[in-house]
């Protein structure tokens, strides 16, 4: 593609881009496709002549869109939410169009080193302890995901307790996050390795109960090796008394992670500050701007409060990669940080993120989704048909109907087949549970407002 074809076609992608954001507010958020209905528009064989550009636009309206569901709809309130912003999106654009591949230092440091320098901005903006910045010992980097940013603390914890495989031990609420578990299997421990620690009646771990697994474990000759705790679980936003915790996993010299991957954006706000409360004693951290800074996927930031167990586990130096500034100790190679080599400059649109809104712009979003999660949950408790599953502590409603399990997947069946909006649900002590976390870019007032007409309609 030439350069003049170059600048048209992808003039013509953004415009096709900011049109879709214009309109994702009237698509249907849920798509109606059946499976294999995506795959029968296209042709078995890939074209064996170049193709026109702008078929490849319109088959993204024809074929695409039809079997999307609309993550950036203001209607989408299931899961966490995935959101993004224009700003993101340009510095995607961006990351792509330079093409590098920030493995090490020297192979573009501009990608490392405002990578460090993001990060350590954004420890500042979420008051995070002095030990995370790249500063010290510790420091930033990021990853894909959470899931990668929990298997990476697992591996720095297993080789930091250097103890036989077989004797680790791994603890996190019944709620964690299914990653944890995931990340067990990948590091090679068995599923009994992993110990579930009971929750208390708001979701939340019971450090007592985390007290005695580790005591039994000690006195059976395991070795305690990682906690998991969890600053907003998934299906409940609940958090585990950090404190606690970590004064429990110091005591035993267990690693702890904390897991803030959905709610750790909100101490970007001081209100919420008190969810940090103890994480100076934690030795990795990890919050999701992917999820609710209009950071689109994939961002997890990934702190660590010394480097050296995660590189030291990590790292693996062929004689093809060597190079003067990582022999020389005195810069950040970002491979010995994650579980790839290779990386793409994500920094890039956290950078643009965060210069475009600023910190104040920033708060200011997270408060309006949290004061209308709130709006929601008021209307929730006023009606006596629906009751509130959990407690509601930032931007998620878990909520039921009196009537059990029939009349509350009726809610969400009748919310999802709406077009409007987008639910999903979970369990909780059995029971189904309808949650609807407010987190979209361009979800307002109204679009709460109307999702409460849907479910209560259908109540
Ligand atoms: N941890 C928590 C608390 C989550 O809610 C999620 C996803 O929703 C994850 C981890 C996994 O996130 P990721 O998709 O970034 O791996």
Known sequence: MTSAAFRRHAHAA?????????????????????PGDIRAMLPVSAPRHGEDFTDVLADLDQVIVPGLMHWQSPGFFGYFPSNSSAPSIIGELLSAGLGVQGMLWSTSPACTELESHVLDWLAEMLDLPAAFRSDGPGGGVIQDSASSATLCALLAARHRAGADLGSLTVYSSSHAHSSVEKAVRIAGLAPDQLRQVEVDDAFAMRAESLAAL?????????????????LGTTSTQAVDPLRKIAEIARAHGAWLHVDAAMSGTATLC?????????????????????????????????????????????????????????DSGAVIDYRDWQIPLGRRFRALKLWLVIRHYGVEGLQRHIRHHVDLAHELAGWVRADAR???????????????????????????????????????????????????????TQTQAAHVRRLWDLIAGAA
Not at 16 to 34: E, G, I, M, N, S
Not at 214 to 230: F, K, N, Q, S, Y
Not at 307 to 324: D, G, I, M, Q
Not at 400 to 428: P, Y
């Open 214 to 230: 580790i005591a039994e474990d000690l006195a059976a000759g395991r070795t305690p090796t990682l906690v998991v705790a969890a």
């Open 270 to 326: 001081p209100e919420f500050r008190d969810l940090n409360d103890g994480l100076e004693l934690a030795d990795s951290y990890c919050v999701n701007p992917h999820k609710w800074m209009l950071v689109n996927f994939d961002c997890d930031a990934f702190f660590v409060a010394d480097r050296t167990a995660l590189t030291t586990a990590l790292s693996v130096v062929p004689e093809y990669l060597r190079n003067a500034a990582s």
């Open 386 to 440: 629906f009751e509130l599953a959990a407690p509601v502590r930032l931007n998620l409603v878990c909520l039921r109907h009196v009537d059990g399990d029939d009349a509350t997947q009726r809610l969400l069946d009748a919310v999802n087949a709406s077009g409007e909006a987008f639910v999903t649900h979970t369990r909780l002590d059995g029971r189904l549970v309808l949650r609807a976390c407010v987190g979209a």
């Open 14 to 34: 953004v415009d096709w881009v900011a049109d879709y954001l214009d309109r994702v507010a009237d698509l249907p958020v849920v798509p109606t496709v059946a």
